[in-house]
């Protein structure tokens, strides 16, 4: 599958290795599980133009969804949406719909006794500044909502940085998307623990493998190296239209990896389906 799924995280914090980039990993699994492909993660700093050019970039490369972490906030780094309305050039303006959403959340927190005032002072107001004729995204957890915007059939959406917000704005609002999008597709993966065989020996095993069972991918990835009995993990992974022909694949594609591993004197251990 190609064109379908592109990630791009913002931050300049992510450049320089302060924050772990948890949300593409996350966001990798979730689109993968509902069925559509991740082609590309892309970070960028927290620069209009660089933003914008990482957008036109996507888009130029046509995928059904374009994702985007980080840069909603209030502050004056926040540049995620200046960045993609520069590349679908298209004007900021106040979204009366987004600045309803933030004066509502304002208002609860206030009876909450966790803020003095509910003004919607700029740096509030600059989170209701989105591109124009774009949708805000209901933010259950923080102030900054998310952002819908359709370009040239391509849907964007711009989740914030924080994870528990981006992964509650994904799960309520954009997993359907993804899902509709995928039709019928299912995801399957299992994984296989193969003990007594170096990864150099098994890579023309994997390769045999895959070119008898072209529609799954198999990835390993070794755990121990040099001294010691070699363990290496062997992930099994397709997406097809059903349920049955996704298991039918991993399957068959399981019992030969075994067959020619147990051949060359591995020891076999079958370590999670799903």
């Known amino acids: 599958m190609t064109g379908q799924v592109e990630i791009i995280c913002i931050g300049n914090e992510l450049l320089i290795g302060k924050v772990v980039n948890?949300?593409?990993?996350?966001?990798?699994k979730r689109v993968t599980t509902l069925g559509l492909a991740v082609n590309r993660v892309t970070i960028v700093g927290d620069q209009i133009e660089e933003i914008s050019k990482a957008v036109q970039e996507a888009l130029a490369r046509k995928p059904q969804f374009i994702i985007t972490t980080g840069g909603l906030g209030?502050?004056?780094?926040d540049k995620s949406l200046a960045g993609i309305a520069e590349a679908l050039k298209k004007p900021l303006e106040v979204n009366q719909k987004a600045l309803s959403m933030i004066k509502e959340k304002y208002r609860r927190l206030?009876?909450?006794?966790?803020?003095?005032?509910?003004?919607?002072?700029?740096?509030?107001?600059?989170m209701a500044t989105l591109p124009a004729e774009s949708e805000p995204i209901s933010n259950p957890i923080g102030s900054a909502p998310g952002v819908l915007m359709k370009h040239e059939g391509c849907t964007i959406v711009a989740l914030p940085g924080v994870p528990s917000e981006m992964e509650?704005?994904?799960?309520a609002?954009?997993?359907?998307?993804?899902?509709?999008?995928?039709?019928?597709?299912?995801?399957?993966?299992?994984?296989?623990?193969?003990?007594?065989?170096?990864?150099?020996?098994?890579?023309p095993l994997i390769d045999r493998t895959m070119h008898d069972n072209p529609y799954v991918y198999i990835k390993s990835h070794p755990s121990r190296t040099g001294e010691g009995t070699p363990h290496l993990e062997l992930h099994l992974s397709t997406t097809a239209e059903n349920v049955s022909t996704a298991k039918n694949r991993?399957?068959?594609?399981l019992m030969q990896i075994t067959d020619l591993s147990q051949a060359k004197g591995g020891k076999i251990r079958i370590s999670k389906t799903k």
């Open 22 to 28: 948890t949300n593409a990993q996350w966001l990798a």
């Open 74 to 77: 209030p502050t004056f780094d």
């Open 110 to 126: 206030m009876e909450e006794g966790r803020i003095e005032s509910i003004e919607l002072t700029p740096p509030r107001v600059k």
């Open 168 to 171: 509650a704005i994904f799960d």
């Open 173 to 203: 609002s954009v997993a359907p998307l993804i899902k509709k999008a995928a039709g019928s597709n299912i995801y399957f993966e299992t994984s296989l623990e193969v003990d007594g065989i170096m990864e150099s020996d098994m890579a």
């Open 250 to 253: 991993v399957t068959r594609t």
